[in-house]
Nanobody
Framework: QVQLVESGGGLVQAGGSLRLSCAAS???????????MGWFRQAPGKEREFVAA????????DYADSVKGRFTISRDNAKNTVYLQMNSLKPEDTAIYYC????????????????????WGQGTQVTVSS
């Protein structure tokens, strides 16, 4: 069973930066590089939405239009960790941020749909003040 633990959230002023990390564990028989990874977020009173995704190898990425040019997703397969670098933060980026994983075998695709993901972290709060 894969466990995902996010960290790095906090309170930041508008225009500031944060780097979120998501560490995976419980990978008994399958390595971290087997999994496509994604970040999603949920603001108060809103549904959870896609933020960014990265393929198994890290060679392909995709972003929501609202974060393109400001956020960067990356991964370190040797450390079983995926990152989300968030720059030029805006108050509307305030949300709980979740990382997610789905096994993708030998295909190196990006997964952007929430319902496709199998494993989820508990989330980390990001608050951007104006």
């Amino acid at each position: 069973q894969v466990q995902l633990v996010e960290s790095g959230g906090g309170l930041v002023q508008a225009g500031g930066s944060l780097r979120l990390s998501c560490a995976a564990s419980g990978l008994t028989f399958i390595t971290f590089s087997w999994y496509a990874m994604g970040w999603f977020r949920q603001a108060p009173g809103k549904e959870r939405e896609f933020v960014a995704a990265i393929s198994r190898s890290g060679s392909s990425t995709d972003y929501a239009d609202s974060v393109k040019g400001r956020f960067t997703i990356s991964r370190d397969n040797a450390k079983n960790t995926v990152y989300l670098q968030m720059n030029s933060l805006k108050p509307e980026d305030t949300a709980i941020y979740y990382c997610a994983a789905v096994g993708r075998g030998t295909t190196n695709v990006v997964v952007t749909t929430e319902k496709t993901y199998s494993y989820w972290g508990q989330g980390t709060q990001v608050t951007v003040s104006s």
